[in-house]
C-alpha cells in the first residue's frame, strides 16, 4: 500500500516551503536544532531506537506514493506517536532530508531533545552494576563522538559527558555514527570540567566513590592494571590536543594502552572503545564477550 494522503493533522509537502526549510535546518544547523529543541531522524534502526526509549516523536514524514514496509506501518500505530502529525512528501524532497544519493528514505521523524542534566546519568546501572560514564573533553568530530557512544552503549556505560565546546552529539553524522545508540543511553552536553567535577564531589558526598581514571601514552600505570571495577569516569581527550589541563589535574589515574607498532597513540574512538573493552572485562565480561562475539554491524 502506498503512502497515505496527509492526516493526523499531517500536510502534502511539495516545494522547499517554510516547513520544509525548517526540517533542512534541523540537519545543517546546530543553533536551529538547539533552538527548536529536536532534531531529524532517519533509518529503522534510529527511528525504532528512539522510540524504544521514549523519545518524543514530533512529526512523521512519509514519501508520497511509495509502498510502506511493515515497518513503516508498525511506527504509524505505536501509540507512542498518536498524537504526531503525519506528512506526505514527495520523492524529491524526502531525498535531500534523508541527504542520500541513491535510497529514498520512507520515513523520517522529527524527534524532540532530551534536557542536558547530569540527573539523566544513572548513579548505578540496572543490575547494581557500578557506574561507568565516559567523559569527552571537548570533541571536535561528529563521527568520533557517535563511535564513542556507539562503543559506549556496546560495552556497558551508562553515559556519555560532552564537555565544553565541542562537536553537537545531535548532528546527523554523529547519530548516523552512533547508528542509533545515541537514543539508548544518556548523552549529555555539559559546561567547562567544573560542572563535571562538582557532579563528582555531590556522587562522593553521596556515598559514591568515582575514580576518574584518563589515558594517555605516558600513563601512570598500564590499562590492566588499573582498576575499573569500581564507579568510574573515563576520560578521554581532544583529537589534536589531548585532555585540558584541568581534567589532567583531576585524574586519580592515567593509564596507558600498550602499543607495539610505529604509532604512538589511537584515534580517540579507538582509545576510548579499547579502555571500555578493558572496563568490561574487569566487570565480569558481559560487554566484551557479547561484543566478541557479535558481527561488526
Given at each position: ?144 563522538l557517535g563511535s564513542v557512544v ?97 581534567w589532567r589535574e583531576a585524574a ?46
Amino acid at each position: 500500500m502506498s503512502a497515505p494522503a496527509p492526516a493526523r493533522g499531517g500536510v502534502r509537502v511539495v516545494a522547499r516551503d517554510a516547513r520544509f526549510q525548517q526540517w533542512q535546518a534541523l540537519l545543517g544547523s546546530r543553533r536551529k536544532r538547539h533552538r527548536a529543541g529536536a532534531m531529524l531522524v532517519g533509518g529503522v534502526r534510529p527511528v525504532s531506537l528512539a522510540l524504544e526509549h521514549g523519545w518524543k516523536v514530533r512529526e512523521l514524514l512519509l514519501t508520497e506514493e511509495r509502498a510502506l514496509s511493515r515497518w513503516a506501518y508498525a511506527v504509524l500505530d505505536d501509540p507512542a506517536v498518536a498524537a504526531a502529525p503525519v506528512h506526505a512528501v514527495t520523492p524529491d524532497l524526502m531525498a535531500e532530508l534523508g541527504e542520500k544519493d541513491e535510497d529514498v528514505p520512507e520515513l523520517l521523524a522529527v524527534v524532540g531533545l532530551p534536557d542536558d542534566d547530569l540527573d539523566r546519568v544513572p548513579v548505578t546501572g540496572d543490575d547494581g552494576e557500578a557506574l561507568l560514564v565516559v567523559v569527552l573533553d571537548r570533541p571536535t568530530s561528529p563521527g568520533n563522538l557517535g563511535s564513542v557512544v556507539r562503543s559506549a552503549d556496546a560495552l556497558g556505560a551508562h553515559a556519555v559527558l560532552v564537555v565544553g565546546h565541542a562537536a553537537d552529539p545531535y548532528d546527523p553524522r554523529a547519530v548516523r555514527s552512533s547508528t542509533g545508540s545515541m537514543f539508548a543511553l544518556p548523552v549529555v552536553r555539559v559546561g567547562p570540567p567544573a560542572d563535571v567535577l562538582a557532579w563528582v564531589e555531590r556522587l562522593r558526598a553521596g556515598g559514591t566513590p568515582v575514580a576518574l581514571v584518563a589515558t594517555d601514552e605516558d600513563g601512570d600505570a598500564p590499562l590492566d592494571a588499573v582498576d575499573l571495577t569500581g564507579p568510574t569516569l573515563l576520560l578521554a581527550g581532544n583529537e589534536t590536543r589531548g585532555l585540558s589541563t584541568a581534567w589532567r589535574e583531576a585524574a586519580d589515574v592515567t593509564a596507558s594502552i600498550p602499543m607495539r607498532g610505529a604509532a604512538s597513540s589511537l584515534n580517540v574512538a579507538a582509545a576510548t572503545t579499547v579502555v571500555l573493552y578493558e572496563a568490561s572485562r574487569q566487570r565480569g565480561g558481559s560487554g566484551a564477550a557479547s561484543a566478541s562475539a557479535s558481527r561488526a554491524r
